[in-house]
C-alpha cells in the first residue's frame, strides 16, 4: 500500500463512519472481507494459530487480532489502540421544539468540543435507533440521513455587534438545530422521522422505543492544500487512527512464528471512557483472558505485551506557536509524535518511548516528540487507561494535528502513511527486548 491509496481509503473511511456504530460497520465489513472470522462474547471461543478474528461490543467498539503463531504465553501481545467516538452534538430524548414558526431539536454537547465552527453548518444526522418491529421483537438498526437536513444558523453580527470580541455559547439556548418550517396541521415528531428512515431501508418499524442520534458536517474530508499536502475532515481525533490501525493489522506479515497482534478501537473516549464500551471497561481485559487458560498465565502475558495508544497530537499552530513548548512543537507532516507527560496523563515512558524511536529508526520514518507547555493542563488518551486497566506497557503517539475538536480538523497527508508504516512494523516485532536492567 502506498501514500495515496492509504488516503483515499482514508478519506472514504471518514466519509462513511458519521457516528461510532458507523465506523464499526464499516471496519467489520474491511475485517470480513479480509477473511476475519467474526466471534461473539456469549459463545466459548476455539482460536487456532494463524486465524484472524474480530469481536464488537455495543456496536460502537471493536476488537479485531491476528491470533499469530498461537503462542501468545511466549510471545506477548502487539496491541493497538484507538477510539472510535469524537466530540459533536447529541440530539436529546425529548428533543421536539416549536418556536416562532420553527421545527426545531434540543441537543447536548458530547466531549470537549469546539462550539462555535458548528454554526452555519449544512448538519446531518446518524446513529442507532432501538425498536419494535410488526413481531414484537426489539432490534436494533443504523440510520444516516446523509443530506444536509439541519443547521444551526447564527445570529446577525448587527444584534451582536461583540460577537467578534467576547462571544461565549450556551448550548441549551443558542444551539437547537433547525429543521424546517412548524408544520401546524402536520406537526413533526422526531421519533416519526426515525421510523421513516428505518422503514426506508425495509425495517418493518411499530414502534421506535429510544436511539442515539448524533448530528454531523455533511462536507465531506478532503486533501487541500496547493500541493494537496493536508487532510481536511470531521473526526480525523480519532478515526484516522482507527483506519490507520487497521490497515496496519490487515497488512501483518511476521512470518510463522509472528506474534499476536490486536487492535481495539473504544467507544467514549471524549467523555471519560467509564462505560461498557469504553477504555476502562472490561472489553480488552476479557479477550485476553481467553488467550490464556488461567490468570498465572494470562500475567505471564502481559508482561511481554505491549500497547501502542494513538491519538492524534497537537501540532505547532504557526499563529499560536506561543501555545507550545518551544522544544516540543510537533510539525505537520513530519511524522508520529511521542506523547509525554510527568504527570501520566500519557502512558508513555523511556522503555516504551526508546523502542518506538528505535522502530522508526530502523524503518526511515521521521519522530517526533510532544511535551505540553508547564503552565498549561494536559488532554489525556486511553492509554493510562490501558496501562492501569490490563497491567501492560503503553506508549502514547499520535499524528499531529490543527483545530482538535473542531467540526473540522486538519492533519498532514504524509503523517498517515509514516504512522502506518511504524505501527505495522510493531505489529511484526516477535518478541520485545528485554525489559529490566536491575
Same mark, same amino acid.
Given at each position: 500500500?502506498? *501514500?495515496?491509496?492509504?488516503?483515499?481509503?482514508?478519506?472514504?473511511?471518514? =466519509?462513511?463512519?458519521?457516528?461510532?456504530?458507523?465506523?464499526?460497520? &464499516?471496519?467489520?465489513?474491511?475485517?470480513?472481507? /479480509?477473511?476475519?472470522?467474526?466471534?461473539?462474547?456469549?459463545?466459548?471461543? /476455539?482460536?487456532?494459530?494463524?486465524?484472524?478474528?474480530?469481536?464488537?461490543?455495543?456496536?460502537?467498539?471493536?476488537?479485531?487480532?491476528?491470533?499469530?503463531?498461537?503462542?501468545?504465553?511466549?510471545? $506477548?501481545?502487539?496491541?493497538? $489502540?484507538?477510539? #472510535?467516538?469524537?466530540?459533536?452534538? !447529541?440530539? !436529546?430524548?425529548?428533543?421536539?421544539?416549536?418556536?416562532?414558526?420553527?421545527?426545531?431539536?434540543?441537543?447536548?454537547?458530547?466531549?470537549?468540543?469546539?462550539?462555535?465552527?458548528?454554526?452555519?453548518?449544512?448538519?446531518?444526522?446518524?446513529? =442507532?435507533?432501538?425498536?419494535?418491529?410488526?413481531?414484537? +421483537?426489539?432490534?436494533?438498526?443504523?440510520?444516516?440521513?446523509?443530506?444536509?437536513?439541519?443547521?444551526?444558523?447564527?445570529?446577525?453580527?448587527?444584534?451582536? =455587534?461583540?460577537?467578534?470580541?467576547?462571544?461565549?455559547?450556551?448550548?441549551?439556548?443558542?444551539?437547537?438545530?433547525?429543521?424546517?418550517?412548524?408544520?401546524?396541521?402536520?406537526? *413533526?415528531?422526531?421519533?416519526?422521522?426515525?421510523?421513516?428512515?428505518? &422503514?426506508?431501508?425495509?425495517? +418493518?418499524? =411499530?414502534?421506535?422505543?429510544?436511539?442515539?442520534?448524533?448530528?454531523?458536517?455533511?462536507?465531506?474530508?478532503?486533501? @487541500?492544500?496547493?500541493?494537496?499536502?493536508?487532510?481536511?475532515?470531521?473526526?480525523?481525533?480519532?478515526?484516522?487512527?482507527?483506519?490507520?490501525?487497521?490497515?496496519?493489522?490487515?497488512?501483518?506479515?511476521?512470518?510463522?512464528?509472528?506474534?499476536?497482534?490486536?487492535?481495539?478501537? #473504544? +467507544?467514549?473516549?471524549?467523555?471519560?471512557?467509564?462505560?461498557?464500551?469504553?477504555?476502562?471497561?472490561?472489553?480488552?481485559?476479557?479477550?485476553?483472558?481467553?488467550?490464556?487458560?488461567?490468570?498465572? *498465565?494470562?500475567?505471564?502475558?502481559?508482561?511481554?505485551?505491549?500497547?501502542?495508544?494513538?491519538?492524534?497530537?497537537?501540532?505547532?499552530?504557526?499563529?499560536?506557536?506561543?501555545?507550545?513548548?518551544?522544544?516540543?512543537?510537533?510539525?505537520?507532516?513530519?511524522?508520529?509524535?511521542?506523547?509525554?507527560?510527568?504527570?501520566?496523563?500519557?502512558?508513555?515512558?523511556?522503555?516504551?518511548?526508546?523502542?518506538?524511536?528505535?522502530?522508526?529508526?530502523?524503518?526511515?520514518?521521521?519522530?517526533?516528540?510532544?511535551?505540553?507547555?508547564?503552565?498549561?493542563?494536559?488532554?489525556? &488518551?486511553? $492509554?493510562?487507561?490501558?496501562?492501569?486497566?490490563?497491567?501492560? !506497557?503503553?506508549?502514547?503517539?499520535?499524528?499531529?494535528?490543527?483545530?482538535?475538536?473542531? @467540526?473540522?480538523?486538519?492533519?498532514?497527508?504524509?503523517?498517515?502513511?509514516?504512522?502506518?508504516?511504524?505501527?505495522?512494523?510493531?505489529?511484526?516485532?516477535?518478541?520485545?527486548?528485554?525489559?529490566?536492567?536491575?
Amino acid at each position: 500500500m502506498n *501514500q495515496t491509496q492509504l488516503n483515499q481509503g482514508l478519506l472514504d473511511f471518514l =466519509r462513511a463512519s458519521p457516528t461510532p456504530f458507523h465506523a464499526v460497520k &464499516t471496519m467489520a465489513e474491511q475485517f470480513l472481507s /479480509h477473511g476475519f472470522v467474526r466471534l461473539y462474547e456469549k459463545d466459548e471461543w /476455539h482460536l487456532q494459530a494463524g486465524k484472524r478474528y474480530f469481536v464488537t461490543r455495543n456496536d460502537s467498539s471493536i476488537i479485531a487480532f491476528d491470533y499469530g503463531s498461537g503462542e501468545p504465553l511466549s510471545s $506477548g501481545v502487539r496491541m493497538l $489502540g484507538a477510539h #472510535t467516538d469524537s466530540p459533536c452534538l !447529541k440530539v !436529546k430524548p425529548q428533543p421536539d421544539i416549536n418556536k416562532q414558526g420553527f421545527y426545531q431539536l434540543g441537543v447536548e454537547k458530547y466531549g470537549g468540543m469546539l462550539l462555535n465552527p458548528w454554526f452555519d453548518r449544512d448538519l446531518s444526522m446518524a446513529g =442507532r435507533v432501538t425498536y419494535v418491529n410488526a413481531a414484537g +421483537d426489539v432490534c436494533n438498526g443504523l440510520i444516516d440521513f446523509e443530506r444536509a437536513v439541519a443547521t444551526v444558523p447564527s445570529l446577525a453580527i448587527h444584534l451582536d =455587534r461583540k460577537a467578534n470580541e467576547d462571544r461565549t455559547v450556551n448550548v441549551q439556548t443558542d444551539m437547537p438545530i433547525v429543521l424546517s418550517l412548524h408544520d401546524t396541521d402536520n406537526p *413533526q415528531e422526531f421519533r416519526q422521522l426515525l421510523s421513516a428512515q428505518l &422503514t426506508e431501508q425495509g425495517n +418493518d418499524v =411499530r414502534q421506535v422505543l429510544d436511539y442515539e442520534i448524533y448530528c454531523y458536517d455533511t462536507q465531506p474530508p478532503a486533501l @487541500i492544500g496547493l500541493k494537496q499536502e493536508f487532510i481536511a475532515s470531521a473526526r480525523l481525533d480519532n478515526l484516522l487512527s482507527c483506519y490507520v490501525g487497521l490497515q496496519a493489522l490487515l497488512e501483518v506479515d511476521g512470518g510463522d512464528k509472528r506474534a499476536p497482534a490486536l487492535l481495539i478501537c #473504544t +467507544d467514549h473516549e471524549e467523555v471519560g471512557s467509564a462505560s461498557v464500551a469504553g477504555a476502562q471497561g472490561t472489553f480488552l481485559s476479557t479477550v485476553l483472558e481467553r488467550f490464556c487458560s488461567n490468570n498465572i *498465565q494470562l500475567s505471564q502475558m502481559t508482561a511481554q505485551s505491549m500497547m501502542i495508544s494513538v491519538d492524534n497530537a497537537h501540532g505547532i499552530h504557526p499563529n499560536y506557536a506561543n501555545k507550545h513548548d518551544d522544544n516540543h512543537g510537533p510539525l505537520i507532516n513530519q511524522g508520529p509524535v511521542i506523547k509525554i507527560n510527568a504527570n501520566q496523563r500519557y502512558a508513555s515512558n523511556s522503555e516504551t518511548s526508546a523502542l518506538f524511536r528505535h522502530l522508526c529508526q530502523q524503518n526511515d520514518i521521521p519522530v517526533q516528540t510532544f511535551v505540553v507547555r508547564s503552565d498549561m493542563g494536559c488532554g489525556s &488518551t486511553i $492509554g493510562p487507561i490501558a496501562a492501569t486497566e490490563v497491567g501492560v !506497557k503503553t506508549l502514547d503517539i499520535g499524528v499531529p494535528s490543527f483545530a482538535m475538536h473542531s @467540526i473540522r480538523e486538519m492533519a498532514g497527508a504524509a503523517d498517515p502513511f509514516y504512522l502506518y508504516g511504524a505501527l505495522k512494523a510493531f505489529c511484526e516485532l516477535q518478541q520485545l527486548p528485554e525489559s529490566s536492567c536491575v
